[in-house]
């Protein structure tokens, strides 16, 4: 038991060693190694659009149609939001 304690108190008041940390950026965009490019460009493809692609994007109609009303009559329409089917009025 004597060993043990002697062997934690030795190893605990050791001094530590650090080394410096470095930033690489991996994008050739901010700096980073050129050969990087096609790698990066590979994954960003085999990822597909994203969640805002087919079915899964909002309905801006309400929205768009809104926005093609302003300035061109007097009458001031009120933008209208569709999620999953159901119009919610938005109210600047």
């Given at each position: 038991?004597?060993?043990a304690?002697?062997?934690c108190?030795t190893?605990?008041?050791a001094?530590?060693?650090?080394t410096?940390?470095?930033?690489r950026?991996?994008s050739?965009?901010?700096g980073?190694?050129?050969l990087?490019g096609?790698?990066?460009?590979?994954t960003?493809?085999?990822?597909g659009?994203?969640a805002?692609s087919g079915q899964?994007?909002?309905?801006?109609?309400?929205?768009?149609?809104?926005?093609s009303?302003?300035?061109?009559?007097n009458?001031v329409?009120?933008?209208?939001?569709i999620?999953?089917g159901?119009a919610i009025?938005a109210?600047?």
């Amino acid at each position: 038991m004597a060993v043990a304690s002697l062997l934690c108190g030795t190893l605990a008041s050791a001094p530590g060693s650090a080394t410096e940390q470095l930033y690489r950026p991996v994008s050739p965009t901010f700096g980073g190694n050129p050969l990087n490019g096609t790698f990066l460009l590979s994954t960003a493809q085999a990822q597909g659009a994203g969640a805002k692609s087919g079915q899964n994007s909002p309905d801006l109609s309400g929205l768009n149609e809104a926005l093609s009303k302003l300035g061109g009559s007097n009458s001031v329409a009120t933008p209208t939001i569709i999620i999953n089917g159901t119009a919610i009025p938005a109210n600047p």
